[in-house]
């Protein structure tokens, strides 16, 4: 087994990767000794590991632990499943020292870790992430929440899982279509800072799509690893932190235009990198050929390389002007200087970024 730390003083918590580990009482004993536990995921992952890991947990836990099923998909990660969470709580009293467990994907992960940011004023929780996009971000960094019909991940709270358990067995049942978007996500990282890492992705990214554990095991860590860092040096986003957004400006656009659960995250983010690449390359912050490689790699993935038919450049307009990283009604991108260098900034041409738009977007 692998350790990482993401390190934040008290807030501290262990990265477990492996092979297997679902089937491990060991990583959750400490932490379940005395309390009670409710595993909270979805109608899909709950038949293919809910059983394993009720078992794994019993031999450390006093009494059988229960498990909430969610209905599946991006459409449901909403304040209306939210309050199912909080009344099975509270329907069973759960009192301060219950741990909740998010066995699932990344909307399984960011609603689980709101409901226990919320939940009688905030509760501990545990990550167990069965996607590869949740197996390299959404478990590691404490961004939990919500979307909102007028905006993706509105309503949230910055609340540190205790534990991330990534058993990596999990994603030999995952759709390919899952797995590309979770490279969306790999391919992030090497954009923003890690251009060893991207000429790395360049060379093993078949391996990665024919699911060969090794090189699979090594884009985990070294994804868990970048933002591991990122999230120790700004935990609330005051500054570098915003870099792991590159893309999601435009990848929320379409993720919240198009409807949720139409484009998959990873998708949305994958096209929405190259529209950054595309406005960095109009900026001559970065040349043909990082544009080119860029394309190339998130192409090769399997991912979309232009946004979906039907949203317009007006539209991408309104939808961004809503984004999170919006200051006094100045829009912030955040943008290549290129391959493994990004900066986030309000210092760009807004006549580039209408060039981007009536370039690639498809009304
Ligand atoms: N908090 C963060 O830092 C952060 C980071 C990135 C993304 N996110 C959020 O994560 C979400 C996307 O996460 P996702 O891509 O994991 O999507 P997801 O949670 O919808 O999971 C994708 C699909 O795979 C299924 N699934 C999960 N594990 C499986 C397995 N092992 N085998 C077969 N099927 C499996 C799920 O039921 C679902 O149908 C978005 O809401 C996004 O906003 C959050
Ligand atoms: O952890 C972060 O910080 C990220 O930005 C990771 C992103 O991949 C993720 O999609 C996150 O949920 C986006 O956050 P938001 O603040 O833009 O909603
Ligand atoms: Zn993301």
């Keep these: 087994m692998d350790t990482l730390t993401v390190d934040l003083a008290e807030r501290s918590y262990p990265i477990h990767i492996g092979r297997g580990l679902l089937k491990e009482p060991g990583h959750f004993e400490a932490l379940l000794k005395g309390r009670r536990a409710v595993i909270v995921t979805n109608e899909t992952v709950a038949p293919l590991y809910l059983d394993t890991l009720k078992q794994t947990l019993a031999a450390?836990?006093?009494?059988?632990?229960?498990?909430?099923?969610?209905?599946?998909?991006?459409?449901?990660?909403n304040v209306d499943t939210l309050n199912r969470i909080y009344t099975f709580l509270l329907e069973r009293r759960l009192d301060r020292s219950a741990m909740l467990i998010a066995l699932?994907?990344?909307?399984?992960?960011?609603?689980?870790?709101f409901a226990a940011a919320t939940y009688l004023r905030g509760v501990d929780f545990i990550q167990v992430p069965t996607t590869l996009l949740s197996q390299v971000d959404s478990s590691v960094?404490?961004?939990?929440?919500?979307?909102?019909?007028?905006?993706?991940?509105?309503?949230?709270a910055f609340h540190q899982p205790r534990l991330v358990v990534i058993d990596t067995d999990t994603l030999n049942t995952l759709p390919d279509r899952e797995l590309s978007a979770g490279l969306a996500e790999v391919i992030k990282y090497g954009l923003i800072d890690d251009a060893d890492f991207f000429v790395w992705l360049e060379e093993h990214l078949p391996r990665l799509l024919a699911r060969e554990p090794e090189a699979l095991a090594w884009?985990?860590?070294?994804?868990?690893?970048?933002?591991?860092?990122?999230?120790?040096?700004?935990?609330?986003?005051?500054?570098?932190r915003a870099l792991l957004n590159l893309g999601h400006t435009f990848g929320h656009a379409i993720e919240n235009g198009m409807g949720y659960g139409q484009w998959l995250h990873g998708e949305a983010v994958?096209?929405?990198?190259?529209?950054?690449?595309h406005l960095s390359r109009q900026?001559?912050?970065?040349?043909?050929?990082?544009?080119?490689?860029?394309?190339?790699?998130?192409?090769?993935?399997?991912?979309?390389v232009a946004p979906p038919t039907g949203l317009s450049a007006e539209r991408f307009k309104q939808i961004m002007a809503g984004d999170k990283k919006v200051l006094q009604g100045q829009l912030r991108l955040v943008l290549l200087q290129g391959i493994g260098t990004s900066v986030v900034t309000a210092d760009f041409d807004p006549g580039a970024l209408d060039n981007t738009l009536n370039a690639l977007t498809r009304p």
């Design 219 to 240: 884009a985990i860590h070294r994804s868990c690893a970048d933002k591991a860092r990122v999230v120790a040096q700004d935990e609330r986003e005051s500054g570098r």
């Design 141 to 156: 960094g404490g961004k939990t929440g919500v979307n909102h019909a007028l905006g993706k991940n509105m309503i949230g």
């Design 283 to 304: 900026m001559h912050w970065i040349d043909d050929d990082d544009l080119n490689r860029t394309t190339h790699l998130i192409q090769a993935a399997r991912l979309p």
């Design 104 to 113: 699932g994907g990344g909307v399984i992960g960011d609603i689980t870790g």
């Design 270 to 277: 994958g096209a929405g990198m190259i529209m950054a690449a």
């Design 60 to 77: 450390v836990h006093d009494g059988p632990v229960e498990a909430l099923i969610l209905p599946d998909g991006e459409q449901y990660k």
